[in-house]
């Protein structure tokens, strides 16, 4: 008989796989049994928040950059009025350019009413203004930095200093996997070699958490997770037999965690086979590709990236994150110069697709526990910033986020920016607002998620955070 | 204009509502003061005041009056009125929330609690204030004695090892651990075998498994011979170093936007890595990290160990906006590192608030912070090794003065001096060059870029080095005494240590001059430009935009003088006339601007100047002569030599004679040997260096503020007071004759503080300062790392918040020993790696795992995953792989073969492998890694492509053996045992199936071995510390 022939059979796997990725009931079984080791070996366990929350999981559609207020979502019709002149009082040392301020600038584009609620929404989203009914909007978005790697870690970990757990990662620390052939937490980042967002990689980093929760960077480029294919000159027999070997030897230990890390080859195994799978978007019919825009060449790019995210989700992936745009100035949302074909070029790119994004999810009833996140890391003046054809500098002051699905009020808008929107005024909503308000929909009280660390407590809010109330349902 | 103000935000007020009171009220109260004065008064008292009213309010919560107690603490309400179940004082108190009250007692007992909720439903009401004077408080903490009786606080305790006549204990340190299991009813493990003995010990000491032939050589000697070799290999450094750069949080680059490298800071890993080795005391070795420039500028050991304050993330671009916050935030990242990695005191956390937990204010933060406030990153250059320089110089001046004598010995014989004055009547005019051109005296030559050096040669020649930057600009300066100079010549020289021997230092050897600038200095702010009319070279690319005219044309940095299309790796001239003749005034100097800026990086990299007042000098290379020459030759016409001219005309006399030759030849060999110093760029943290360029230098950051403020709730816009460096209160430890720490620098000492001289000296003073609770951690940091657990749980956490020690007689004494063995870290190691507790086997068993299951006590030695990097140097070194270079630059080369310890740390590309095995990110202090098994581990064994290079390498190695050798010699490589026979049947089954599958490959038994020498690699039992 083949020694290895049962090896990999579903009873054996659902009898030994545990460690990383495992699933809810499979995990709870194996700690019954006292099989699993403790949290140090299985740091990925599924974990119950404080409560039910109304979303199971998250996609991030990061506008990087710093999305204009003015130019998007937020109607300033007084802006317009006040266009071409100087704004008394104003601190020239706002945005990042201290030295070429130039007057208030209406915005290059028209505004139009959509959906039920009315929303006016920019022309830039043709097709996303379609789905305004089911978004949120937060106009009164604020933040602590005018730069933007500091600005981009205040929106990723709540504190515009480097170091610190993204939202990803507390939110993996705190749920554990669902998933158990793919990462928890996965980040896509423009694939149009237009680089990194600012800070890189830290970003999504996992901070002073052990660096399982760090998030999972999809390579643009190539095979997206590294050593996920079998090696080129293996068939799936020797390897097996390489596996069966490898357990033979390791024989039947005492200690949990050596156990565990058995257990771990065998799960490693499916993985392989199971991820590749997820990421070939290529499986999908022809209309969904359609729906995304995959295969419109200003848009195909990030089109591939929202149905990736959907088919993440779909397997059970908790967070996704998706950067638009890549580094700064020309390459991404952060119009210093021409914020006309900036956020008209930036808007085709992704109009489109996370148009295609929302109708998929709902129509799949993913929506309503798929929280959608839509933002940058701040806004920008409503200014200009003097240029050939005119820009617009940083705001920390002022920005509009919307959320949709996983538990949010569709058609609403909460807080207001002042009348020309430069700062937020009405009902402001901090960084660490939002952040509790993500944490909420997921279950948490972001007051209790907390990691000891040098002798502190941290929390991903710190010592701030309201959850924003009013725009869930 | 019409001008528009700023709008006013609109704030919604929201309304507040009274709460109504119920009609009872009165009685209520009655019955809660009651209540109050029975068992609540007490209790608060007891059990809370101290920390919450009188001596402090932690978490901002003050409960000696109903009114302040209403009034809650930072983290919001304590108790609700409304709601007396949902208070959160009770969920403290009882245990349902952290930090359980009273922290580090006993809970309160049942009834107290209860007391306390029916207290609160009826309103909490108190008879009167808990304290009398309330005003006389102060509003800050105050450190007290009764904080100093915390156990890490206190002087280290006097304990001997409690009496044993167990065989089991071998040295003190067993008999402390025994008697801690005695009395938790466990038994230690009995030693492990020889050959996990022997693994063990190298995997611990020294990171690499024992190759078959140092396994063989351990089997045959004492333990405490393999561990004294062991401590004494190279390697020792490498395994242990990577230990403390954890807890440094050691990186190589800025992090944030750009993360731009840190190209100078590995000199700080290589301090490490040799402090560890030589055994260096671990006193010196804090006091070189936090003033290594002040107590011995002159070691390059104590400079490169400065490395450790500045190794921190800092932003690489900043808006106005931010400077003086990110310059805060370093600060906080200097403090709050030396804090926790020799203290292990979280002083970070008090940079808001009074710490909430242990005993330090915000003042005394804000005074340890203060010690670092001119402390900036620089980069310098260093002797390296300034002993080994001092003594070959010594050695070269000797030999050389010998032969220079040789030579003048000959040079004043009477018959040499005599032909040399025939020589001068006769030959001397026709002998000596008649060259057009004179060299100009070089008095300083400089380029516009920091990287790039210029020096001048024997030959007058200008030779460039560093790295080339896109453009720049030569600034030479010179005089001449020539009058009514007509030409001005500029050589274009080659060297063989150029790209394609230059004369330009671009990579296809070109330069390209973009403009040239000849100016007449009068004064600095008088500098009068000459006018070129006409250029010739000997060579140029092209006629137009290449040309030698366009060097001096209109157009300054777009066009200009190139070689290339013939002219690379030939020596060049280009000749410019100058529209009037010149002569110098006395005191004026001759001033050029060489340009290169029309294509990146073609500056030239050897060149001379000269001048010429002839009608007609010849467009050509070479032929220079010196102005003491010109000068000499005109004085042979007159006949009249002063000693000075026949000393710059004796050469040119003795280049004829044979044996003068063989003499200066001898004396020019021994000058190009001259020993030069090994100066290397080293990045230091220091003061009144230069600072490190910074991307945000052009909008005026200043790098540091001369003052640092004490800061309400850390907020640079709300500064309270300047704040004096200082020490922490808590950690002085007779307040009464506290001495001074503080150092005054030398008196001919300008450029630090030497406040972190002070510093150095308070955190390593023994007797008085921080030096108990520093070898605490220590000791204790070392224990960690040779258990898998240190003897406290918490190494970065030694304040109230950590974890209590499991063998707080045996850290003490441990601390105590090292203290008085000159803290001496090698002798600690010894003691560890000799006791029966470390040679333990490591074998579990139920019924002790049930008492102990975290083996706190040391029932058994903890099996433990290998770190990232020592698993990926296990492999290189059974594969036979490791190149064991030492120090120097790192790579991020993930194929590179030294140790991981070399891995570049750059922190926006940390290195896969090393991540996946949880190496921490180089952010902030690490005391403890977490140890974790997930898939992706696996899949790297399975599916790596360096790990499968590896393998067949092993493979490789062994190929030629017959298949049962070559499995017990991948045993005795991997595992550092033979197989046992089932293993051996296994294995070989395995090789003969998987080779059987690959057989239309050729070499299929070597597929099969590879594929088995990565099974060896998976097993646990080659990740695992036995």
């Not at chain 2, 330090?360 to 900036?376: E, L, N």
């Not at chain 2, 990146?600 to 010196?626: D, I, T, Y």
Request: hydrophobic share 35%.
């Amino acid at each position: 008989m083949n020694p290895y022939s049962d090896l990999f059979s579903r009873r054996d796997l659902l009898q030994r796989a545990g460690a990383g990725f495992g699933s809810v009931g499979l995990a709870s079984m194996l700690a019954q049994e006292g099989l699993l080791a403790k949290d140090a070996s299985d740091p990925l366990a599924p974990k119950k928040a404080h409560f039910d929350g109304k979303a199971k999981s998250v996609i991030w559609l990061f506008i990087n950059g710093g999305p204009s207020q003015v130019d998007t979502w937020d109607y300033k019709p007084e802006l317009a009025k006040v266009d071409g002149q100087e704004l008394e009082g104003f601190d020239k040392e706002t945005g990042f350019f201290s030295k070429s301020v130039g007057p208030l600038m209406k915005s290059p584009f028209e505004f139009a009413p959509r959906g039920e609620c009315g929303k006016m929404v920019s022309s830039i989203f043709p097709k996303l203004g379609e789905h305004v009914d089911k978004m949120a909007f937060i106009h009164s978005g604020h933040t602590e930095s005018n730069n933007h790697s500091p600005a981009l870690f205040m929106m990723n970990s709540g504190q515009p200093r480097m170091g610190l757990p993204c939202v990803g990662s507390w939110v993996t620390y705190g749920l554990g996997s669902e998933s158990r052939d793919l990462p928890a937490f996965v980040v896509m980042s423009d694939p149009l070699d237009r680089g990194l967002p600012k800070g890189s990689a830290a970003n999504w980093g996992a901070g002073f958490l052990p660096s399982v929760y760090q998030g999972t960077w999809l390579k643009p480029k190539g095979a997206p997770i590294d050593n996920l294919s079998r090696p080129g000159h293996m068939n799936i027999e020797q390897q097996q037999r390489q596996l069966a070997l490898m357990k033979k030897l390791n024989g039947s230990p005492v200690d949990a965690e050596l156990e565990a890390r058995i257990k771990s080859f065998e799960l490693a195994y499916r993985m392989q086979n199971a991820a590749p799978e997820a990421f070939d978007i290529d499986r999908e019919p022809e209309h969904i590709k359609k729906l995304y825009g995959v295969g419109e060449k200003h848009c195909d790019h990030f089109a591939r990236q929202c149905l990736t995210a959907r088919r993440m989700v779909e397997r059970g992936v908790r967070f996704v994150q998706i950067y638009s745009g890549g580094m700064e100035n020309q390459r991404s949302w952060d119009g210093h110069s021409d914020i006309k074909g900036n956020h008209s070029q930036f808007a085709g790119e992704s109009d489109t697709p996370i148009a295609g994004l929302l109708e998929d999810l709902e129509q799949r009833g993913l929506l309503k526990d798929t929280l959608v996140i839509w933002g940058g890391e701040f806004g920008r003046l409503p200014l200009s910033q003097k240029s050939k054809k005119p820009g617009r500098d940083h705001n920390p002051h002022c920005f509009t986020t919307w959320m949709a699905g996983g538990g949010i009020k569709g058609g609403v808008s909460y807080g207001e920016s002042d009348e020309i929107g430069h700062h937020a005024a009405v009902d402001k909503a901090h960084v660490n607002d939002i952040h509790a308000t993500i944490l909420h929909q997921l279950g948490f009280d972001h007051k209790k998620l907390t990691y000891e660390y040098n002798g502190r407590r941290f929390r991903l809010t710190d010592v701030g955070g309201n959850v924003i109330k009013p725009i869930l349902t | 204009m019409r001008k528009l103000f700023l709008l006013l935000s609109i704030f919604v007020s929201s309304a507040i509502t009274a709460q109504e009171l119920p009609t009872s009220h009165a009685e209520r109260m009655k019955a809660g003061t009651g209540l109050f004065q029975k068992s609540i008064r007490p209790a608060l008292i007891e059990s809370c005041l101290k920390c919450h009213g009188d001596e402090k309010i932690r978490s901002g919560l003050d409960i000696s009056s109903r009114e302040l107690l209403l009034k809650g603490g930072d983290t919001g309400d304590a108790i609700d009125l409304a709601k007396p179940e949902n208070s959160f004082l009770l969920a403290l108190i009882k245990h349902e929330e952290e930090p359980e009250m009273p922290p580090k007692k006993d809970k309160l007992s049942n009834p107290l609690i209860a007391d306390f909720q029916k207290w609160i439903e009826l309103g909490a009401p108190y008879d009167k204030p808990l304290l009398e004077k309330k005003t006389d408080r102060p509003e800050e903490m105050r450190v007290t004695d009764s904080d100093r009786e915390f156990w890490s606080f206190k002087p280290l305790a006097l304990d001997t090892p409690p009496a044993g006549d167990d065989d089991w204990a071998r040295t003190e340190i067993d008999q402390f651990v025994l008697a801690t299991l005695d009395k938790n009813k466990l038994a230690p493990n009995p030693p492990a075998s020889e050959h996990a003995r022997i693994r063990r010990a190298y995997l611990d000491v020294i990171g690499l498994p024992p190759t078959p032939e140092q396994l063989k050589a351990a089997l045959a000697m004492p333990h405490a011979d393999l561990v004294d070799q062991l401590l004494a290999s190279p390697h020792y450094g490498e395994r242990w170093a990577r230990h403390w750069l954890d807890a440094a949080r050691f990186g190589e680059s800025h992090g944030f936007e750009q993360d731009y490298d840190r190209k100078f800071a590995y000199h700080y890993r290589d301090f490490v890595i040799k402090a560890l080795n030589a055994d260096m005391p671990w006193n010196q070795f804090v006091r070189y990290q936090l003033a290594g420039d002040e107590i011995a500028p002159d070691d390059p050991l104590a400079m490169m160990a400065t490395g450790f304050l500045g190794a921190g993330v800092f932003p690489t671009q900043l808006t106005e906006k931010e400077f003086e916050s990110a310059r805060y935030d370093e600060l906080d990242d200097m403090a709050a590192t030396t804090g926790t990695a020799m203290l292990g005191l979280t002083i970070g956390c008090a940079r808001c608030h009074d710490h909430k937990f242990d005993p330090i204010p915000v003042k005394d933060y804000y005074r340890f912070a203060s010690t670092f406030t001119k402390t900036i990153r620089s980069e310098i250059d260093i002797e390296l090794d300034p002993d080994g320089y001092r003594k070959a110089s010594e050695t070269w001046e000797t030999g050389h003065s010998k032969l220079v004598s040789k030579k003048s010995v000959y040079e004043s014989k009477p018959e040499v001096i005599k032909a040399f004055n025939e020589w001068t009547k006769t030959d001397a005019a026709t002998m000596v060059s008649e060259s057009d051109w004179t060299m100009l005296n070089v008095t300083g030559a400089e380029s516009s870029q920091r990287a790039t050096t210029l020096t001048q040669q024997d030959d007058g020649a200008i030779f460039a080095t560093g790295k080339t930057p896109a453009k720049e600009t030569y600034l030479v300066k010179t005089n001449t005494q020539l009058k009514d100079i007509q030409f001005v010549r500029i050589e274009a020289l080659t060297d063989l240590s150029m790209k394609r021997n230059g004369p330009g230092r671009a990579g296809n050897g070109n330069f390209a001059l973009s403009n040239l600038k000849v100016l007449v200095v009068e004064a600095e702010d008088k500098k009068q430009p000459l006018k070129i009319v006409s250029a010739e070279a000997t060579h140029q690319q092209n006629t137009q935009n290449l040309s030698v005219a366009s060097a001096f044309d209109s157009n300054v940095d777009a066009t200009g003088w190139a070689v290339d299309a013939g002219g690379i790796g030939i020596d060049q001239a280009a000749v410019f006339k100058l529209e009037k003749p010149l002569t110098l005034k006395s005191g004026n100097s001759l001033n050029f601007e060489l340009r290169f800026a029309n294509n990146g990086q073609h500056s030239l990299g050897k060149f001379r100047l000269s001048v010429s007042a002839a009608e007609n000098p010849a467009v050509a290379v070479g032929g220079g002569k010196s102005e003491a020459l010109t000068e000499a030759q005109a004085a042979l016409l007159t006949g009249v030599l002063t000693p000075e001219h026949r000393k710059t005309l004796f050469p040119h006399f003795a280049k004829s004679d044979a044996k003068w030759n063989k003499f200066d030849a001898v004396v020019r060999e021994s000058l190009a040997a001259k020993p030069q110093p090994d100066m290397t760029k080293v990045q230091v943290t220091s003061e009144g260096f230069p600072p490190t360029k910074h991307h945000a230098d052009g909008r005026g950051f200043p790098h540091f503020y001369p003052e640092t403020h004490l800061l309400n709730r850390g907020d640079p816009n709300q500064k309270l007071a300047v704040s004096e460096p200082g020490f922490l209160q808590v950690l002085m430890r007779n307040d009464k004759s506290t001495p001074d720490w503080r150092e005054a620098p030398p008196s001919n000492w300008k450029r630090t503080t030497y406040h972190r001289h002070g510093l150095a000296n308070w955190i390593t003073d023994a007797e008085n300062g921080a030096g108990h609770l520093l070898a605490r951690v220590a000791v204790n940091r070392i224990w960690h790392h040779h258990f898998g657990r240190g003897i406290v749980a918490t190494p970065n956490d030694f304040g109230l918040q950590g974890t209590l020690p499991s063998h707080p007689e045996l850290l003490d004494y441990l601390a105590r020993r090292f203290i008085a063995n000159g803290w001496n870290i090698k002798a600690l190691h010894r003691d560890i790696l000799l006791s029966s507790t470390w040679q333990q086997s490591s074998a579990s068993s139920p019924e002790k795992a049930t008492i102990d299951p975290d083996n706190q006590f040391l029932w058994r030695f903890t099996p433990r995953r290998l770190e990232a990097e020592i698993v990926r140097d296990s492999i290189l070194s059974a594969a036979g792989q490791l190149d064991t270079t030492m120090y120097g630059p790192g790579t991020l080369n993930e194929s590179q073969q030294r140790r991981s310890v070399y891995f570049m740390i750059k922190r926006s590309r940390l290195v896969p492998m090393m991540q996946i095995f949880d190496q921490p990110e180089p952010l902030a202090s690490q005391g403890s890694r977490p140890s974790t098994t997930i898939a992706p581990q696996a899949l790297l064994f399975m599916n790596n492509a360096e790990v499968i290079k590896w393998a067949r390498l092993l493979a490789a190695e062994v190929a030629a053996k017959n298949p049962d050798d070559a499995i017990r010699e991948l045993y005795l490589r991997t595992v550092s045992r033979g197989p046992n026979e089932e293993e051996l049947q296994n294995n070989r089954e395995f090789i003969a199936a998987q080779s059987a599958s690959y057989n239309s490959v050729k070499n299929s038994q070597q597929l099969a071995l590879a594929d088995l020498c990565q099974v060896l690699f998976s097993l646990n039992e080659f990740v695992y510390l036995p």
